[in-house]
């Protein structure tokens, strides 16, 4: 099962703040961990949402928005995607992230990617 680990952004990093030297390294601890348990398949931090832009459909209609866009706890400033046994592995190895946010609350939303098997059972 492959799972998403999306990090919410927080004020900080919408302000385009970037993480201590600390955090950075304790970050590159934890990635260590999940590639050497062979879990990790891809990771990344994004930049604020005032460099990215939302392009919204209504029927065959196209508008884009730039960025930045408010409320930081519905943005996402990172993800992890990762191949694990069960939602409760997952659940365990965001729970060992270090406090991703300094001074702030964090949250580490997961979910499951579909695999194309999940299709081929759709009625």
């Known amino acids: 099962m492959r799972f998403m ?22 970050m590159g601890k934890y ?11 891809d990771a990344a931090g994004l930049q604020s949402s005032a460099r990215g832009a939302r392009v919204r459909f209504a029927g065959s209609a196209r508008s884009v928005a730039r960025g930045p866009f ?16 069960s939602l409760e592995e997952a659940i365990e190895w965001a729970k060992r992230c270090p406090q991703p946010h300094l001074g702030d609350e964090a949250e580490i939303e997961l979910r499951q990617v579909f695999e194309p098997e999940d299709f081929s059972q759709a009625p």
């Open 5 to 26: 680990m999306l990090l919410k952004a927080s004020p900080a990093s919408e302000a385009g703040q970037l993480p201590s030297d600390a955090l950075v390294a304790e």
């Open 31 to 41: 990635n260590e961990e999940l590639v050497n348990a062979g879990v990790l398949l």
């Open 70 to 85: 408010p409320e930081p706890a519905q943005l996402i400033s990172g993800f992890w995607m990762i191949r694990v046994s």
